[in-house]
């Protein structure tokens, strides 16, 4: 499904998307195109872009690329599929109780747990919020072990 989705290789590409969306929430998938988890959750963002279109972008970042790989270390990307949300170019953040409020790390369940996401990031974004709280039960957002090198 992923080939229904706009899929983003150079730096150019994702600068000019983030600056160009106003007035919808941008999503951008950073994964592989090969990785079995992001194709999991390519089919549930396909699914979900004709439902969510007129609040919502959803844009594909190959992390393979060379040109992305500023992008992949400046949003710390080490685990994929990582999901970033964008309204009118600020980075929206998401409080899901885990320890990093920055990105979806991992897959959503369902199609309606994405949708429930977009809903609440573009409702905290129209009241001028940067964080907005998750809407999902805690046993539906993915957790993960985080290590810190060298800290």
Partial sequence: M???????????????IIRDTIDKVLVLRFGKASDAKCLQLDDILAKSAGE????????LVDTEAEEIQVYVKYFD???????????????MKMDSGTAD????IGEFHRKQDFI??????????MKGKLIVGCPLPPERIP????LFKDV
């Fill in 52 to 59: 969510v279109s007129k609040f919502c972008t959803i844009a």
């Fill in 101 to 104: 409020h920055t990105k979806w």
């Fill in 143 to 146: 957790r993960f072990q985080l």
């Fill in 116 to 125: 429930d996401v977009v809903e609440a990031i573009f409702r905290g974004a």
């Fill in 2 to 16: 992923s080939y229904l989705l706009t899929t983003l290789t150079k730096k150019r590409e994702v600068d000019s």
């Fill in 77 to 91: 990307i080490t685990l994929v599929p990582s999901t970033i949300f964008f309204f009118n170019a600020h980075h």
